[in-house]
C-alpha cells in the first residue's frame, strides 16, 4: 500500500467508504493517524469506533470538506462501476488538490468486463458495456485511468507522479489448483453472486425473465467460471504529489 511509502500520515482520507470498515481497519493499524471515512451515506452500522476515526457524510461530487494539502493518503476503491466519466474527473481533481505535497492517492478499480469469460458472461457483460454508454460510464476506464489522472493533474499545473501501476488476477471460482487461489476464488465469487442476486429484480424485468428462469441463467454463469477458468483483473495506481 502506498502508506508505507510515508514516514508517517497524520491524515488518512477514504473517498467512498461505504461500510466503513477499511477506514477501521486503517485506524487500529495506524493509532497516531487520524482516518477519515468520507461517503453520501451514513456509516450507521458500526456499534463503536476508535477515537481517531472521523465517518464524513457528504456529496462527494461537491469540492470535498476539506482544506487544500490537507490529507497524506488519499485512498479510494471500486467506484468506477458506479459513477459516470464526468463524476470521475472530479473525484480525481478533489483528490489532487487536498493531497499534501509529499503525499499518496491510491486508486484501486476492478476491469467491468470478465477475463475468460464463457458464452454466458460474454453476453452479460456486453449488456453491461450498453448500459455503461447508456448511463454515461466508461466500460473501459482503466484503460485510460492513467492517462486521466496526469491529464487532470496537468489542468491543476501539478506535475503528478504516477509512481506505480500494477495488475492483480483474481480467480472466479474454485479451479485454481492452490489453496491460496481456491480460496481467492471462492470469495470472488460469492461477491460476483451477491451482486447478481441484489439486482435479480432489475435484470429480470429488463430481459422479461420469470424469477425461476433468472436463477436458472445466473446458476449457468456461476457455473461457468469453472468451467472455462474466469477470472477478475483488478489494477491499483500509486500517485505522488511533488514537494514544491
Known amino acids: ?17 461505504n461500510n466503513g470498515i477499511w477506514a477501521l481497519e486503517m485506524a487500529n493499524a495506524y493509532p497516531n493517524s487520524k482516518v477519515i471515512g468520507m ?11 476508535p477515537s481517531n476515526v472521523e465517518y464524513v457524510q457528504t456529496n462527494l461530487f461537491q469540492p470535498w470538506p476539506m482544506a487544500t494539502n490537507s490529507v497524506d493518503l488519499v485512498f479510494q476503491r471500486g467506484l468506477g462501476a458506479w459513477v459516470t466519466k464526468e463524476q470521475m474527473q472530479h473525484l ?8 499534501k505535497p509529499g503525499g499518496y492517492i491510491e486508486w484501486v478499480e476492478a476491469e467491468a468486463g470478465h477475463q475468460r469469460p464463457g458464452p454466458i458472461q460474454s453476453a452479460f457483460d456486453q449488456f453491461m458495456e450498453q448500459e455503461y454508454q447508456t448511463k454515461g460510464m466508461d466500460f473501459n476506464h482503466t484503460q485510460s485511468f492513467d492517462t486521466m ?45 451477491a451482486s447478481y442476486r441484489n439486482r435479480k429484480s432489475y435484470y429480470a424485468h429488463i430481459w422479461s425473465m420469470s424469477s425461476q428462469d433468472y436463477d436458472v441463467a445466473m446458476q449457468a454463469l456461476l457455473d461457468e467460471f469453472d468451467e472455462f477458468k474466469s477470472y477478475s483483473r483488478f489494477h491499483c495506481w500509486q500517485a505522488k504529489k511533488p514537494v514544491a
Open 92 to 99: 480525481i481533481k478533489e483528490a489532487i488538490r487536498v493531497v
Open 149 to 193: 489522472i496526469l491529464d487532470l493533474a496537468q489542468e491543476q499545473s501539478i506535475q503528478l507522479e504516477l509512481e506505480d501501476h500494477a495488475t492483480y488476477d483474481i480467480p472466479l471460482g474454485e479451479w485454481p489448483e492452490d489453496a491460496q487461489g481456491k480460496q481467492l476464488g471462492f470469495i470472488n465469487q460469492g461477491i460476483q453472486k
Open 1 to 17: 500500500m502506498a502508506i508505507e511509502k510515508l514516514e508517517s500520515a497524520d491524515v488518512i482520507l477514504e473517498v467512498g467508504t
Open 39 to 49: 461517503d453520501p451515506r451514513s456509516v450507521s452500522s458500526l456499534s463503536s469506533v
